[in-house]
């Protein structure tokens, strides 16, 4: 069995910074990719940032020079560094795993950019 449990979220002031974390545990075998959506209310979900067992990132627009995703393979944890943080930066964010070839979900975690 697998488990993602992530970790940061919380409230910030715009300008601030936070960091999330996403660790998968349990039975694993490998992890294709690790990475973070978001959904804020009355909109599509989206990817924020991914990255691949190799290294490989795909980061939105949106969120580029200010947000960035990196992972410790040997904790099978992905890290999102969230910088010069704004008001509409605000929603619940998921981190996603494609753990031995099944897709997993992690609880999701409010971040607020508030003054």
């Known amino acids: 069995q697998v488990r993602i449990v992530e970790s940061g979220g919380g409230l910030v002031q715009p300008g601030g910074s936070l960091r999330l974390s996403c660790a998968a545990s349990g039975n694993i075998f490998s ?3 690790m990475g973070w959506y978001r ?3 009355g909109k599509q979900r989206e990817l924020v940032a991914i ?3 190799g290294g490989s990132t795909n980061v939105a627009d949106s969120v580029k020079g200010r947000f960035t995703i ?3 393979n040997a904790k099978n944890t992905v890290y999102l560094q969230m910088n010069s943080l704004r008001p509409e930066d605000t ?3 998921s981190c ?3 753990v031995n070839d099944d897709g997993y979900w992690g609880q999701g975690g409010q971040v607020t950019v508030a003054a």
Do not use: E, F, K, L
């Open 70 to 72: 990196s992972r410790d």
């Open 96 to 98: 996603d795993a494609v």
């Open 31 to 33: 992890i294709y990719h």
């Open 51 to 53: 990255i691949s067992s």
């Open 39 to 41: 959904q804020a209310a």
């Open 91 to 93: 929603t619940v964010y």
